[in-house]
RNA sequence: GGCCCGUUGGUCAAGCGGUUAAGACACCGCCCUUUCACGGCGGUAUCGGGGGUUCGAUUCCCCCACGGGUCACCA
């Protein structure tokens, strides 16, 4: 095996997990470092949950992530198909020289029978496996179950007495007894090859050089390596990463948020702030970097330094990374990230004109650093929309103190009537007028602009004010200026 | 339960026998700002426990505890 060569195999079976982002994204990584070649293959043998609604999903999120593949499905390659369904018959042919060799066998045991079997060693603390009951039927006895109407399985013989050991690229070394093994199924009754040994085929036919995948799957590996060895096949290198943990130290699942890249992409993150973040997760760079444009993320990027741990996935930091990409954003872009959570809550048309536009793009730059995510702008911007502002629970202490203030009313007049005498609201108009303001009252800072931006907007922390009376408009303004709630 | 993997602040983490145990997020404080932020500066806070090995352990070994993964005709 000369090249360097990985794959990203999922199964379509439902939500495209961030989980599997990240390993998609540490593969696609390594290969752009090695010059390798990335692949995409489709795990569907699981007729009944695969659909191919989900593999689109997962294609869409890998290209909306940037991580292209150089061969697999859609693309093509040399060594196709690149659906395990497409494949049956290259599996087939594994199994018939397995099945010569001696080294699977037809199982007629059925499921009942085998979950008794392994209640029972459980129940005597063994590790459960299978007994071997039907590694050496005659050929009498597989007509007898035949005729009753079983359907048998392949299993494959696990040599027994071996120690099966492996350096893997982020644990390092390490070994199981092949004895805990057991005969696994290796072909389903209905003729579909189970994972293990889908994997190994087409991971040996697609010379696949780097097996980059989640911890999940370090105790399937002896299990292939067994078929591999058997097979008389080269081995690939194996490297488990470890999981994507929730904030109780769980596996991520939905109780924890978003999980899924769909989900992300909706609540308006960004692909790069998503990648950086991911990559961030389980690897560590040399230096004190922490945001990486995806070229500089390459170069960086390497297995030992990869974490063994387990991460728990920190939306907060996720937040932060966005907030920095977004800043990055032109006015336009930044518009069409946060348009769609807009309109979505009735905030802007189906089809903006472009004097809607040119004001909603003022919003945006205006909430800008109040947001971290596309889908915060309409917490933001609720404030020029509603009808009625209500005052702030958080800090009703804060804000009856700057009530309390015996200018408070007198800085409100006065700003009205600024207000009502301008023909057109600007921002430098209003900066203009809260300086005359300031001039005539004697008051300064905080002691004008509170009392206006509470009663325009009823918190005490938002945008740069001279903007939010903008956005406002005068109507609004002098109306809430005139009853403060 | 068996087997396997893991354990540095609240979180991500650097460290790879001798360090004042980096840095980032979050939090708090100060500065900047005639408001709010952004930004800048600073602060609180970490080696799971017990044995060894060693002149010296966060680092190496063993045991325990805890967390996780896996034991499917799911992947």
New binding site residues.
């Given amino acids: 095996m000369d090249k360097f060569k990985v794959r990203f195999?999922?199964?379509p079976?439902g939500p495209f997990h961030i989980g599997g982002a990240r390993s998609a994204l540490f593969n696609w990584l390594l290969a752009k470092k090695e010059k390798g070649t990335f692949v995409l293959r489709i795990?569907d043998?699981?007729l009944a949950?695969s659909t191919r609604e989900s593999e689109e999903n997962i294609k869409k999120a890998l290209h909306w992530l940037g991580l292209s593949w150089d061969e697999g499905v859609d693309v093509g390659g040399e060594n196709g198909p690149y659906r395990q369904s497409e494949r049956l018959h290259l599996y087939e042919a594994v199994t018939k020289r397995l099945l010569e060799e001696g080294k699977a066998y037809h199982c007629y045991?059925?499921?009942e029978e085998?979950e008794k079997e392994?209640q029972a060693q459980?129940d005597k603390?063994?590790?459960?496996?299978y007994n071997g009951h039907c590694r050496h039927l005659t050929a009498e006895q597989k007509e007898a179950y035949e005729k009753e109407g079983r359907?048998p399985?392949v299993r494959f013989h696990v040599p027994l007495n071996e120690v099966i050991s492996f350096d893997d690229m982020v644990?390092?070394h390490?070994?199981?007894?092949s004895n805990?093994v057991?005969d696994?199924?290796i072909v389903?009754?209905?003729g579909?090859p189970?994972?293990?040994y889908g994997v190994v085929i087409d991971d040996h036919d697609m010379e696949i050089s780097h097996v980059i995948r989640a911890?999940?799957?370090?105790?399937?590996t002896p299990r292939q390596i067994a078929l591999f060895k058997a097979l008389r096949w080269e081995i690939p290198t194996f490297g488990h990463i470890s999981?994507i943990?929730g904030k109780d130290?769980?596996?991520m699942s939905k109780r924890h948020g978003a999980t899924s890249v769909e989900q992300y992409k909706n609540l308006g993150y960004l692909p790069e702030a998503i990648v950086n973040f991911l990559a961030?997760?389980?690897w560590?760079p040399e230096g004190?970097q922490?945001l990486f444009t995806r070229e500089e993320l390459i170069s960086a990027f390497s297995m030992d330094?990869v974490?063994?741990?387990?991460?728990?996935f920190?939306i907060?930091?996720l937040?932060?990374i966005n907030f920095n990409y977004m800043k990055q954003l032109s006015s336009e872009e930044l518009y069409n990230l946060c348009l769609p959570h807009l309109q979505e809550a009735g905030y802007a048309g189906e089809t903006p004109s472009m004097e809607e536009k040119a004001k909603l793009m003022l919003m945006c730059e205006t909430v800008k650093?109040?947001i971290s995510y596309g889908a915060q702008i309409k917490n933001e911007v609720n404030m020029f929309f509603a009808e009625d502002i209500t005052l702030d629970k958080g800090q009703e202490e804060e804000i009856a103190a700057v009530k309390g203030e015996e200018s408070f009313m007198q800085v409100l007049e006065i700003f009205k009537d600024k207000l009502f005498s301008m023909e057109e609201v600007t921002v430098e108009k209003v900066k203009a007028a809260i300086?005359e303001l300031?001039k005539e009252t004697g008051l300064?800072?905080?002691f004008?602009?509170?009392p206006i931006?509470i009663a325009l907007t009823g918190r005490?922390?938002?945008?740069?004010?001279?903007n939010i009376v903008v956005l406002l408009g005068k109507e609004t303004c002098i109306k809430r200026l005139e009853n403060p709630v």
């Fill in positions: 195999a999922p199964s079976t795990e043998t699981d949950r045991c059925s499921e085998l392994r459980m603390g063994e590790t459960p496996r359907k399985v644990r390092g390490v070994s199981f007894e805990g057991g696994f199924v389903k009754s209905d579909m189970v994972y293990n911890e999940e799957h370090l105790s399937n999981l943990l130290y769980k596996k961030l997760l389980g560590a004190e922490e330094r974490a063994k741990n387990p991460a728990v920190d907060d930091k937040n932060w650093e109040h300086k300031m300064k800072g905080k004008v602009y509170m931006r005490m922390h938002g945008p740069d004010l001279n």
